[in-house]
C-alpha cells in the first residue's frame, strides 16, 4: 500500500501564501492523487486531484483561481500551492492516492478508499 506523508502546513497571514508537499513512497503512472482538507466541525473536502498518467488536473469551486496542485516525479511529491489565502482556508489538509486515472473515478469521493496521509494544520489568522 502507498504510504504519504504531508508537510509544509502553519501559520499563514490572510492574503498569504503557501506550498504544502506530499511525498508518496511510490510513483507510478497508474495513480491519481488528491488534496483534500478537514476544519473543525465540518466534512471532509476535496480540493483538487491530478492523474499521473495524463496530468490532467481537477479543482473544487472553493479553491479554484487560488490552489494549485502540481507534481515533481522525481522526488515522488505533490505540491499543493495555496495563494490568496483566507481564514475560512483554516484546516487539516491531507493528500489522498488510489490507483486508477481520473477519469475512472466517481469525483473526489473515489479517493475515500485509497491510501490517506496523516495531515498537516494550515491556520489563517493575523
Known amino acids: 500500500e502507498m504510504q504519504l506523508v504531508e508537510s509544509g502546513g502553519g501559520l499563514v497571514q490572510p492574503g498569504g501564501s503557501r506550498r504544502l508537499s506530499c511525498v508518496a513512497s511510490e510513483f507510478t503512472y497508474d495513480y491519481s492523487i488528491a488534496w483534500f482538507r478537514q476544519a473543525p466541525g465540518k466534512e471532509r473536502e476535496g480540493l483538487t486531484c491530478?492523474?499521473?498518467?495524463?496530468?490532467?488536473?481537477t479543482y473544487s469551486d472553493s479553491v479554484k483561481g487560488r490552489f494549485f496542485i502540481s507534481t515533481n516525479n522525481a522526488k515522488n511529491t505533490v505540491y499543493l500551492q495555496m495563494n490568496n489565502l483566507r481564514p475560512e482556508d483554516t484546516a487539516v489538509y491531507y493528500c489522498a492516492a488510489v490507483k486508477l486515472p481520473l477519469y475512472a473515478l466517481p469525483g473526489f469521493r473515489g479517493f475515500l478508499s485509497g491510501s490517506w496521509g496523516q495531515g498537516t494544520q494550515v491556520t489563517v489568522s493575523s
Open positions: 491530478i492523474s499521473m498518467s495524463d496530468g490532467s488536473t
